[in-house]
């Protein structure tokens, strides 16, 4: 998958999500609608789903669910690539280092391999799962709330039982969210080792230069 394509997508699922979480809402509260025909087309839907998800971005919603994983990840990286360089640091230099510098040199010599690119597809292919089954699980909760706090307010079974649907939906997301973390590990750490593997040198002389 590539950048763009990712790119585009992270904007597309969320929108979509919301709309599409949010039309049984209308149908229980009498209002009516045909998904095919005027702005719920389904060329058209992708308009209002971008700009949705446009907003969604902007606000980095999703930054509640992904920031402790992503950090995670992004410490894997780091810390590895420092023990393939496997040479003396001060906690100043590795501070300096970890400033996302080891990060671009980690993705200089990703982007100039091509077997390591290759991988690279596998990782965004993840990357996107990793950010839609989390995006699903946020909006699925706070969907969930809103039809449960509805049904009950207007003591309609269908709205309530439709938001437990929602939050079991939500649950369901939350797993797999847990399970692109694990296979996001499992990719990173099999480019460092192919690193590890065939670029120990070029490792080394990039860092020493970052550190002159």
Known sequence: MER??????????P???????????????GIEFNIGEGWLAYSLLIIPAVVIGAVYNML????????YSYRKIDLNITSSLLKIYNKELTQGQINHLKKKRLKHIFYNIVDNDA??????????SNGILWTS???????S????????????????SKIWITGILLAGAGLL????????????????????????????????????????
């Open 60 to 67: 980095d919603c999703r930054f509640f669910i992904t920031n």
């Open 115 to 124: 077997s390591l690119t290759a991988k690279s597809q596998l990782v965004y």
């Open 141 to 156: 909760i706070i969907a969930s709330i809103v039809y449960l706090a509805i049904g009950i307010t207007l003591e309609n």
């Open 133 to 139: 089954t989390a995006d699903v699980f946020l909006l």
């Open 173 to 212: 997301s939350c797993l797999l969210h847990i399970l692109t973390i694990f296979r996001h590990f499992n990719l990173s750490n099999d480019q460092l080792e192919y690193i590890e593997t065939h670029y120990v040198k070029s490792l080394r002389e990039k860092i020493d230069e970052v550190l002159q």
């Open 15 to 29: 929108g979509l999500t919301l709309i599409l979480t949010f039309l049984p809402l209308f149908d229980q509260m």
């Open 4 to 13: 763009k394509t990712l790119k585009f997508m992270r904007l597309l699922i």
